[in-house]
């Protein structure tokens, strides 16, 4: 079967990347990505999401589209020891990539990866993988769903009182409705990081969303 984008850039890191090196597999994938445009949160985008990662210090992290690992790579390797990063990637093949690039960044221990649609898998994090509450969410999957997973893990009681919800895109491709909702529900405090598209000169924004409790 002829191989896939996500294919050519998963051997690529694995032919060029240091194992064990994460920032290492993140500047190949970014190298991959200049030639061959791909949805990686990338080295512009990357860098917001760590300082709000940083200043969060989470304990519990989810991220909603997991894609090629780019951005669980990205994150969890800023994670203090102990913690958790769990990632829902609704493509099979998306997710089987991703296993492998973050096993070669050495941060398997920290990620697991649930490969199903986020609606499903939303409801069972407590009782399927000992989640209690979310301290930090990376929202990055479709932008049609950013709204109606944002409500569910309200309704599944997953958002405490400081919950950081961290949205990419809301500018392009766009998620209109998310930031209607979330700046206007009164439920949480909002700030935008306005910087732009993943290998390219487009405007686009990160969306922070604290949950008020
Ligand atoms: C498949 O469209 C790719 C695309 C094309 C043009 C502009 C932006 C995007 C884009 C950029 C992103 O960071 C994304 N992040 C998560 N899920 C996406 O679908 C996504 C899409
Ligand atoms: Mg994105």
Known sequence: MADS???????????????????????????????????????????????????????TCLELGTYCGYSAIRISRLLKPGTRFLTIESCPANAAIAQQMIDFAGMQDKVKILQGSSQEIIPRLKADHQVETLDFVFIDHWSECYTPDTKLLEECGLLRKGSVLLADNVVYPGAPDFLEYVRTSGRYDCTNFPTHLQYSKKEDALEKAVYRG
Request: proline share 5%.
């Open 5 to 59: 984008k996500e294919q050519r850039t998963l051997d690529y890191v694995l032919q060029n990347a240091v194992r064990g090196d994460p920032q290492s597999v993140l500047d190949f994938i970014d190298k991959f990505s200049e030639n061959e445009w791909a949805m990686h949160v990338g080295n512009v985008k990357g860098p917001i999401v760590e300082k709000v990662v940083t200043e969060t210090d989470p304990s």
